[in-house]
């Protein structure tokens, strides 16, 4: 069950996420809470919060170290600034940065192109690196998958174009992943990104964050756990608090609850549980399984969404019973 919370006022929270920051005691989360506090104002456009979240990644305090997005929180900052004081200073950031952006621009080529030809990839190097590369938005596509992408390519033109980054955010209010290709030639470089993988690189600046920092979410996946005596009497249906990370990201409930609801799950429900193992989300699917002409095709479709919508990290669990999903979406 996910519990709402109601939590102090914003300046408040500040004030203690900046002494978790720099006090962090050790053997503790306190540098994690502190992030994700900080993220929580960024996120309700408190004006400080930016500027701050720039600072954390560049040290890797309580998230990932990285120079892609710190440089992505303090142009937030730059606008939510000029917002405030009817100023320009983001355009100021973007000029005395251009060159830094073309540099990006090339490096994620010369990367693609040097681990094309050992068939292998830094995912986090290319991340960091298309950030900030120069691509050009086009159509929104349908993937295999039936889920609807915006496409990006890289592009030469910057009076069309922008960084990868500043679409973010954009994709996540439209619902949508990003499709990223670097040209329109058969041996383009693609890569897809869910919804999830755009939620965490917004939240955590890595599709692979762990989040949210205070569940212990278990790294077995259902395939290498054997359904026993000992591991089904160690479920404990579990109650998280939504406090600063929740546990759907940005609008990914609802649009989890639209989706299964079309496919013919009436009453899409969750649970969260607790085991041996670690936590696992489980979701309720015995009203639609038995009505299909393949249960075990309709369950990996079902298993397809929910992950796509979801962070990457987030295990999930399917039970013969639904008794364990006990909350409506």
């Known amino acids: 069950m996910v519990m709402p919370m109601e939590l102090p006022p914003h300046g408040e929270i500040f004030e203690e996420a900046s002494r978790l920051t720099l006090e962090a005691r050790a053997g503790t989360k306190d540098k994690e809470r502190g992030f994700a506090m900080m993220m929580y104002l960024a996120q309700n456009m408190v004006l400080e919060a930016p500027m701050v979240l720039g600072g954390l990644f560049a040290k890797g305090k309580g998230c990932i170290q990285s120079e892609a997005f710190s440089r992505y929180w303090l142009r937030r900052y730059f606008f939510l600034y000029d917002e405030a004081n009817s100023t320009n200073e983001s355009e ?51 993937g295999s998958n039936d889920m609807d992408y915006g496409s990006f ?69 259902e395939a290498t756990i054997t359904m026993d005596d000992e591991f089904l009497e160690s479920i404990q249906p579990m109650t998280y608090q939504d406090e600063y990370q929740p546990l759907f990201p940005f609008n990914s409930r ?49 298993g397809q969404i929910i992950k796509w919508y979801l962070p ?18």
Not at 200 to 206: A, H, P, R, S
Not at 256 to 269: D, F
Not at 313 to 321: D, E, V
């Open 92 to 142: 100021g950031f973007e000029t005395e940065n251009s060159e830094e952006v073309l540099e990006h621009h090339q490096k994620l080529l010369t990367l693609l192109e040097n681990e094309s030809r050992e068939n292998t990839y830094n995912y986090r190097d290319f991340t960091e690196l298309l950030m900030w590369a120069q691509v050009k938005p086009g159509d929104i596509l349908q």
């Open 153 to 221: 390519h890289l592009s030469d033109d910057s009076a069309h174009s922008g960084v990868f980054g500043i679409n973010l955010l954009n994709c996540l209010d439209r619902g949508i992943g990003a499709y990223f290709h670097t040209d329109f030639t058969e041996n383009a470089f693609y890569h897809y990104f869910r919804y999830g993988d755009l939620a965490m690189l917004e939240l955590m600046g890595d599709v692979n964050a762990y989040y949210p920092y205070d569940i212990d979410w278990s790294t077995d996946r």
């Open 254 to 302: 609802e649009l989890l609850k639209k989706n299964l609801i079309s496919i013919g799950i009436e009453n899409p429900k969750f649970g969260l549980i607790n085991t041996k193992f670690g936590y696992f989300f489980t979701f309720r699917l015995s009203e639609a399984v038995g009505e299909t002409e393949n249960d075990k095709k309709f369950t990996s479709v079902v």
């Open 312 to 329: 990457r990290g987030y295990p999930i669990m399917f039970f013969p019973t639904d008794d364990l999903a006990t909350e409506y979406l």
